[in-house]
Nanobody, 122 residues
C-alpha cells in the first residue's frame, strides 16, 4: 500500500524560503512521476510541480515557475519542494502524489495524504 507523508510546512514571511518533503513508502519515487499539489481555503486543489521518473524532467505552472523547485532524493525515497520567494497567495495545504504526466502536469491518484500547511505572511 502506498503511503505519502508530507512535512516541512509552517509559517514563512513573503520573500523567505521553505522546503517541503514527501516521504514515500510502498512506492519507489525514482520509478514514478511525482507531483506536488496545493489547496487553499475555498479553492480547488491545483498542480504545483512535477518531476518525471525517467529523465527527471520538471514541470511547473506559471504561478510558481522560477520560484519553486522540485527534486528527488532516491536514497531517502523522498520528493522535495524548495519554495523560494513565497507570496501570500502561496498559502495552502501542500500535498504530494504520483501518476502519469498529461498536459505537463501529474494526473494524481484519488488517495491523498494529510498534507502540510504552508502560511506565507506579508
Amino acid at each position: 500500500q502506498v503511503q505519502l507523508v508530507e512535512s516541512g510546512g509552517g509559517l514563512v514571511q513573503a520573500g523567505g524560503s521553505l522546503r517541503l518533503s514527501c516521504a514515500a513508502s510502498g512506492l519507489t519515487v525514482s520509478n514514478y512521476n511525482m507531483g506536488w499539489f496545493r489547496q487553499a481555503p475555498g479553492k480547488e486543489r491545483e498542480f504545483v510541480a512535477a518531476i518525471s521518473w525517467n529523465e527527471g524532467r520538471t514541470y511547473y505552472p506559471d504561478s510558481v515557475k522560477g520560484r519553486f523547485t522540485v527534486s528527488r532524493d532516491n536514497a531517502r525515497n523522498t520528493v522535495d519542494l524548495q519554495m523560494n520567494s513565497p507570496k501570500p497567495e502561496d498559502t495552502a495545504v501542500y500535498y504530494c502524489n504520483w501518476g502519469p504526466i498529461w498536459n505537463m502536469a501529474v494526473q494524481p491518484q484519488n488517495s491523498w495524504g494529510q498534507g502540510t500547511q504552508v502560511t506565507v505572511s506579508s
